[in-house]
């Protein structure tokens, strides 16, 4: 039997923004500083899939995200925007809203 060790249990719960630039990251990053909701700037400006669900990727395990990805989601602290973080995909905003 294969010995599951603690962090490959890690797991967590984020929702994203992805876009092009970061400019537009920031600027959104701006945005959601003075007030706006991230769900709606997700269905909005992302460009990822999750964005018609307001950014909601629901739960993951470490290391099913790109590595630069997870180490804002299992590394930053919870409920707070992130960001922009650069991936191959693009720049994202990343709040975490649950880790365990």
Partial sequence: MKETKE???ARAHAVHILVKTKEEAEDLKKKLAGGAKFADLARKHSLCPSGKKGGDLGEFRRGEMVPAFDKV???KPTLEVHGPVKTAFGWHLIKTLSRG
Avoid: H, Q, T
């Fill in 7 to 9: 962090s490959d249990m």
């Fill in 73 to 75: 989601v299992f590394g």
